[in-house]
Nanobody, 123 residues
Framework: QVQLVESGGGLVQTGASLMLSCAAS????????MGWFRQPPGKEREFVAI???????TIYADSVKGRFTISRVNANTVYLQMNSLKPEDTAVYYC?????????????????WGKGTLVTVSS
């Protein structure tokens, strides 16, 4: 059974840092791009960042560019380092994977999803 499990969420103050982790199991994700999405309270889920299967290409949403860094330590583990957090970063953060690197551009249609981890940034 394929699973993506996020961890590392929590309550922090404005300006703080957090690192989210995503551990995938049930198959190898060597040929999959992996990314992060988030859903703020009362809003739709949105793209945050994605990393290619090799780790050589990354793309970020404008809202997090320069503050968040996605990285991949092996085929099945991806991180999201979040710095200079703002209240508007408050959301449930989801890990996702897809064999098509560009799938993230087509909305919430990634092949595999985790259940999410909550990040709350207080002002």
């Amino acid at each position: 059974q394929v699973q993506l499990v996020e961890s590392g969420g929590g309550l922090v103050q404005t300006g703080a840092s957090l690192m989210l982790s995503c551990a995938a199991s049930g198959r190898t994700f060597r040929s999959y791009a992996m990314g992060w999405f988030r859903q703020p309270p009362g809003k739709e889920r949105e793209f945050v960042a994605i990393i290619s299967r090799s780790g050589g290409s990354t793309i970020y949403a404008d809202s997090v560019k320069g503050r968040f860094t996605i990285s991949r330590v092996n085929a099945n583990t991806v991180y999201l380092q979040m710095n200079s957090l703002k209240p508007e970063d408050t959301a449930v953060y989801y890990c996702a994977a897809d064999s098509d690197f560009s799938r993230y551009t087509r909305g919430n249609v990634m092949e595999y999803w985790g259940k999410g981890t909550l990040v709350t940034v207080s002002s």
